[in-house]
């Protein structure tokens, strides 16, 4: 049996290999890894020089503590500088 892990890593492998008109995932859809586990995926697109994420869980829900919010809330300001996105807040 396949792990839920394996099964998020797969069908985002999956995803990128196709035409972006027939992606369900985003151009950037990676795995969440925090500490030794892989609660998720975001799947992260631009539009209009914007980044929008959408953010799904294996288990439905994040993981509990307010150090895994923080630590997500940073990889998406490190993700905005990186492609150099404007604030839309």
């Keep these: 049996m396949l792990h839920a892990r ?5 069908e985002i492998l999956v995803d990128l290999r196709l035409t ?3 992606r369900r995932l985003g151009y950037y859809a990676l795995p969440l890894l925090y500490g030794d586990a ?8 631009m539009t209009n020089g914007t980044l ?8 439905g829900t994040a993981p509990r503590g307010r150090a895994f919010a923080r630590s997500l809330d940073d990889e998406l300001a490190r ?11």
């Excluded at 929008?52 to 288990?59: F, Q």
Aim: hydrophobic share 45%; charged share 25%; aromatic share 8%.
């Design 79 to 89: 993700m905005k500088t990186f492609l150099s996105v404007r604030d839309s807040e």
């Design 38 to 45: 892989v609660p998720g995926w975001a799947n992260l697109t």
């Design 52 to 59: 929008a994420s959408d953010i799904g869980y294996v288990r």
């Design 6 to 10: 394996a099964l998020v890593e797969l």
């Design 20 to 22: 972006p008109s027939r």
